[in-house]
């Protein structure tokens, strides 16, 4: 957030990347990437609200933070979809998650 023009060094992250890591026998699951153009900075005040929303990401509601901060629609847009694989109980073991037993 925060990007001065185009330049996303300026920026700040709210979240960092962490690798699909579903449950094993859970099907497919959606991952998006949404980009949005803010109207100003967000607040110190506004960040803290955002730790709290991304600390955690299961089920988050773009809809939501859309209308809390004052968004439009979108600017960009990417995703893809993906299914369990044995790296992802390695990244289970990795944070310390136990997931239903396979």
């Known amino acids: 957030v925060n ?5 996303v060094t300026t ?3 709210l979240a960092h990347y962490e690798p699909p890591s579903p449950e094993y026998n859970s099907g497919l ?7 949005f153009d803010q109207s100003s900075d967000f607040t110190p005040e506004q ?8 600390a955690h990401r299961d089920k988050f509601s773009h809809i939501e933070f859309m209308r809390k ?13 993906s299914s369990w694989d044995e790296t992802c109980d390695d990244m289970h ?3 310390g998650y136990v997931p239903l037993s396979h």
């Open 3 to 7: 990007i001065e023009g185009t330049d």
């Open 11 to 13: 920026g700040l992250e």
């Open 47 to 54: 960040f803290d609200e955002l730790d709290e929303m991304f």
């Open 69 to 81: 901060f004052h968004l439009a629609a979108p600017v960009g847009l990417n995703g893809f979809y």
């Open 93 to 95: 073991a990795a944070i």
């Open 29 to 35: 699951h959606r991952y998006m990437f949404l980009l």
